[in-house]
C-alpha cells in the first residue's frame, strides 16, 4: 500500500490542477486553440529562434503527427509561417505579426490568472512562496525523463532566466550542463 498523502502534497495537488484548468482555458481562449497552441506561441516568442518542427515537437512534449498537425493549424490561422530551417533538409516555424500579438494576449491571460490566484497573499508571504517554489521546481526537473519542457509557457524575464535566477534552468545546467539561459 502507499504511503498515504500529506496534507500539503495534496494541497499542492488541487492547486495545480486548478491552475492548469484555469491556465489552458485563458490560453486557448486567447490563441483559438487548443492548450498546445498557446503553448507553442508562447515558447516561438518567449526562447524558441526559428526552431525545426522536431524542436519545436519536443518543447511542446507532442508526437511529430500531433506537432505537424499544430503547425498546419497555426500557419493556416496566420499565426506561425515555415521557412527553410539550417540544414536545408528542415524547416523552422516562426512566428508572424498575427503570431506575436496572440502570444502576447496568451501570456496576459496566464498572469491574469496567476496574479488572481496570488491576490490573497501578503507581500511577505509571496516572498516566502517564491523561496519554496524553486526548490520544488528544481527537483522536478533533476527527477524529470523527457516529456514537454517545464517552461513552456513561462515568462523568461519573471523568472530571472537571463541573470542566472531560474530555478529549472539551474537544475537542468546541473543535470544536463546546459547553458542556464536555455530552457528547460
Keep these: 500500500m502507499a504511503d498515504p498523502l500529506s496534507a500539503e502534497a495534496n494541497l499542492l495537488g488541487a492547486l495545480a490542477l486548478v491552475l492548469t484548468d484555469q491556465m489552458a482555458a485563458a490560453g486557448a481562449a486567447e490563441a483559438g486553440e487548443s492548450g ?3 503553448a507553442a506561441l508562447t515558447s ?5 529562434d526559428r526552431p525545426t518542427l522536431d524542436t519545436l515537437r519536443r518543447v511542446l512534449g507532442l508526437t511529430h503527427s500531433g506537432a505537424v498537425r499544430l503547425v498546419n493549424r497555426l500557419e493556416a490561422e496566420g499565426l506561425v509561417t515555415r521557412a527553410p530551417g539550417a540544414d536545408g533538409r528542415s524547416r523552422a516555424v516562426t512566428l508572424t ?3 506575436r500579438q496572440a502570444a502576447t494576449r496568451v501570456a496576459a491571460a496566464r498572469a491574469a490568472v496567476l496574479e488572481r490566484a496570488l491576490r490573497g497573499l501578503p507581500p511577505d508571504s509571496r516572498a516566502t512562496l517564491h523561496e519554496l517554489l524553486g526548490p520544488v521546481l528544481a527537483a522536478i526537473v533533476q527527477g524529470k525523463d523527457g516529456g514537454a519542457w517545464i517552461c513552456r509557457l513561462c515568462d523568461l524575464p519573471a523568472c530571472g532566466r537571463d541573470q542566472g535566477r531560474c530555478p529549472t534552468a539551474n537544475a537542468a ?9 536555455g530552457a528547460s
Design 97 to 99: 505579426p498575427a503570431g
Design 44 to 48: 516561438l516568442h518567449q526562447f524558441l
Design 173 to 181: 545546467a546541473a543535470r544536463f550542463g546546459v547553458d542556464q539561459t
Design 36 to 38: 498546445a497552441a498557446a
